[in-house]
């Protein structure tokens, strides 16, 4: 079995590779936001996530310490051609707007 080998790329600064542009301009914060979110959409470090829709759209961004578990009830409401979760639910996910019928 042979395995496709990758160079290292950027995926900040003016050298980024496009991919990472474009997830970054239109996802420029993680999820959970706080004061340290990094300047100009950056990555903060290794194990970022992005979550894109079916037409190939980033609709929502996660730490790099946010356990994918956590994404699921996400993942299944974009699956369902829905919108995820605002940003909100995941330091209150008791709020009215975090409660949903997957």
């Not at 395995?3 to 900040?12: A, E, G, L, P, T």
């Not at 979110?37 to 970022?48: L, S, V």
Request: aromatic share 8%; charged share 30%.
């Amino acid at each position: 079995m042979e395995f496709d080998v990758y160079d290292k790329i950027d995926v900040n600064g003016p050298d980024a590779h496009p991919l990472y542009k474009f997830l970054k301009a239109r996802q420029p914060v993680s999820t959970p936001s706080d004061v340290r979110t990094r300047p100009n959409g950056d990555i903060e470090w290794n194990y970022a996530k992005f979550l894109v829709d079916r037409e190939g759209n980033p609709v929502k961004r996660y730490k790099p310490s946010f356990d994918p578990v956590n994404m699921e009830a996400d993942v299944r409401l974009v699956l369902a051609g829905r919108p995820p979760q605002p940003a909100e639910c995941v330091l209150h996910p008791g709020r009215k707007v975090c409660k949903v019928d997957l």
